[in-house]
């Protein structure tokens, strides 16, 4: 194997190996800012009214319907 086949060799692994951190960087950052949106849905919902409820609804399950 010759001197340029090597250097080649090397320039693509090492060009393979930054697109790959590239990458990995890029999802991280997409999975971040897609946490982020779901805190802000979940954080944009309406707490339930939890004193307007008569005592004795929801403390049955229906089994048969």
Same mark, same amino acid.
């Given at each position: *194997? %010759?001197?340029t086949? $090597?250097?080649?060799?090397?320039? %693509?692994?090492a060009a393979t190996?930054?697109?790959?951190?590239?990458?990995t960087?890029v999802l991280?950052?997409t *999975? %971040? $800012?897609?946490?982020?949106n779901?805190?802000?849905?979940?954080?944009?919902?309406?707490s339930p009214p939890a004193?307007?409820?008569?005592e004795?609804?929801g403390?049955?399950?229906?089994t048969?319907?």
């Amino acid at each position: *194997m %010759d001197v340029t086949a $090597i250097a080649s060799v090397a320039t %693509d692994l090492a060009a393979t190996r930054l697109q790959q951190e590239v990458s990995t960087t890029v999802l991280k950052k997409t *999975m %971040d $800012i897609s946490s982020a949106n779901a805190l802000a849905l979940l954080q944009a919902l309406p707490s339930p009214p939890a004193a307007s409820l008569p005592e004795h609804l929801g403390q049955n399950i229906n089994t048969t319907a």
